[in-house]
């Protein structure tokens, strides 16, 4: 099964910088997700795009889709101490509704 | 709402001990449910998943197995724990079973250490 790729695996800002996450992969796609998971905690669902989507937004997350380049990027605005986190994409392909994760960027936002 | 519970939240287990690891879901019915393993610094890996009761696919060979003995629980077990075994288990549900509409919801996670 295909695998989202996050880059890059660190990320370190000042508070009230924007913070880019970006995924890639391999196949084409049927939708992508992006999760946070907080040390120690479970994931939490942030955004679902479609493939026939190219741009979704919620509060100050902002996600976009290239299905042309297989990749999608996650946009934190005015980051905040509490968006330290890793951050996840998830992809589901073909005729599986399961979503396949990559193996995160780790955020860290300094107060 | 629909909320999801994990337990026992941290666990410590000597090599060849069993394991039962419990998850059960609130506020919905017939969720897909899954297990995932999560080694330090890395990502999800899918061991289970089930669509109902008594069914059971497994992502992966391995020590440990799954069981949904009823609609709103899953329970993964192993007979014999190896080292290889710890790491930090989350349990997830989702609604659907259509692509477009598959958001996970997580448990809060078991963390074990087999020693």
């Known amino acids: 099964s295909q695998q989202g790729e996050e880059d890059p695996q660190a990320l370190s800002i000042q508070e009230g910088e924007n913070a880019t996450m970006n995924c890639s992969y391999k196949t084409s796609i049927n939708n992508l997700q992006w999760y946070r998971q907080n040390s120690g905690r479970g994931l939490v669902h942030l955004i679902l795009?479609?493939?026939?989507?190219r741009e979704k937004h919620s509060g100050r997350l902002r996600v976009t889709l290239d299905t042309s380049k297989k990749s999608s990027s996650l946009l934190i605005t005015a980051s905040r101490a509490a968006d330290t986190a890793s951050y996840f994409c998830?992809?589901?392909?073909?005729?599986?509704?399961?979503?396949?994760f990559g193996r995160g960027t780790s955020l860290i936002v300094h107060p | 709402s629909q909320t999801i519970h994990q337990w026992p939240a941290t666990l410590v287990q000597p090599v060849g001990s069993p394991l039962s690891l419990e998850c059960t879901v609130e506020g919905t019915s017939n969720p897909n449910l899954y297990w995932y393993r999560q080694a330090a610094g890395r990502g999800l890996q899918l061991l289970f998943y089930s669509v109902g009761i008594g069914q059971i696919s497994s992502e992966v060979p391995q020590n440990l197995s799954a069981s949904r003995p009823q609609d709103r629980q899953f329970i993964l077990s192993s007979k014999k724990l190896l080292l290889s075994d710890s790491g930090f288990y989350l349990c997830?549900?989702?609604?659907?079973?259509?692509?477009?509409?598959?958001?996970?919801?997580f448990g809060p996670g078991t963390r074990l250490t087999v020693l």
């Open positions: 998830a992809t589901s392909s073909g005729g599986s509704y399961i979503p396949t």
């Open positions: 997830a549900w989702s609604a659907g079973r259509v692509r477009g509409y598959n958001e996970q919801f």
């Open positions: 795009i479609r493939s026939n989507e």
